[in-house]
């Protein structure tokens, strides 16, 4: 092989691994800026911020920043990923371990699944697929099954799931509006929506306005929140998936959760018990169970 033709396949894999470490590394960042400010001001001080360098981007790159009504639209419906699934995740973050709120975001493929066969009829999901959601449904109860040993709070676990119907929600109502903007353009808009929303929690949250400079984790937890996973993390995204298939990025929801686990056990001393280990193993193996047919279909029937 030639460097000419290697040289490519070397860019993809390190923005590949980029990614996946940054979106393993997210929930350990929000345990970690949420633990000495209230989640709320977090979340909305990262907004602003990470609106202000998505528009530096987008003076760089060129791209437009249309305020017509279907991108107003668009944007609308980008901020329900932003402010609607993340609100919920920073709330999660109180009652959840980093790696455990990754483990049940990884079965957010699964959930889109099962919403676009039975209530939006958009595909059709094969044997194999429905018993890779039993099998991680069924490793999840081995995760809870000892709760006060594994920190498995369930306020912590019903937070997760409305964060992933807000996702799930957000794509496909992104994709049914199907508006002509360009990635860049489309993630500022959402922010710059998010952002301004958030405003509206200020009254509820202003007796929290932090007062003193936080812990250097905490810091450090707020600064990567903002810039890698808001900004670099969507362009790395975005510029995957022009390149690669949906399942070859598809493979990230596999290695996200176990890399956040690592993670959260080496860098946040967060306990794993004998009983959650073996959760987490069956559930990716559901996972695996349920991409199969289309990683399958991908990489092997070419062969």
């Given amino acids: 092989m030639s460097s000419n033709s290697s040289s490519p396949m070397i860019v993809t894999a390190s923005i590949y ?6 979106w393993a590394a997210t929930p350990l ?18 907004y602003f911020g990470a609106s202000l360098i998505a528009l530096a981007l987008l003076k760089i790159m060129r791209d437009p920043l249309p305020f017509d009504a279907v991108s107003m639209k668009s944007y ?19 009652y959840l371990t980093s790696g455990l709120m990754a483990l049940i975001f990884g079965l957010s493929p699964l959930i889109a699944g099962l919403i676009g066969h039975v209530i939006l009829k958009t595909h059709k999901l094969v044997w194999l697929q429905w ?30 799931v409305i964060s992933m119907i807000s996702y799930i929600s957000s794509i496909f109502w992104v994709k049914q509006i199907n508006a002509p903007l360009k990635p860049m353009s489309q993630a500022t ?59 070859t990025v598809s ?14 056990a080496t860098l946040n001393n967060e306990h794993i018990s004998s009983n959650a280990f073996i959760g987490i193993v069956i559930v990716m193996f559901g996972i695996v169970m349920y991409f199969w047919k289309e990683w399958r279909e991908q990489y092997f029937s070419k062969s």
């Avoid at 990923?81 to 995740?89: K, S």
Wanted: overall charge neutral; proline content about 4%; some cysteine.
């Fill in 131 to 160: 018993l890779g959601m039993a099998v991680a449904v069924s490793g999840l109860t081995f995760v809870f099954a000892d709760s006060a040993e594994s920190n498995v709070n369930p306020w912590g676990v019903v937070l997760m």
């Fill in 251 to 264: 493979l990230s929801n596999v290695m996200t959760p176990v890399i956040a686990l690592v993670l959260g």
């Fill in 29 to 46: 960042a929000i345990v970690w800026s949420v633990a000495e400010v209230h989640p709320m001001w977090v979340l909305i001080i990262r």
């Fill in 189 to 247: 808009g959402s922010l710059i929506v998010s952002a301004l929303g958030s405003l509206a929690l200020i009254p509820f949250i202003w007796q929290h306005f932090p007062t003193q400079i936080p812990s250097t984790n905490a810091i450090i937890g707020f600064v990567f929140t903002m810039i890698l996973s808001s900004i670099v993390a969507m362009l790395c995204y975005f510029w995957l998936i022009r390149r690669l298939a949906a399942s």
């Fill in 17 to 22: 691994a980029l990614l996946v470490l940054i």
């Fill in 76 to 94: 609308l419906a980008g901020s329900l990923n932003l402010i609607g699934a993340q609100l919920f995740i920073y709330l999660a973050a109180n």
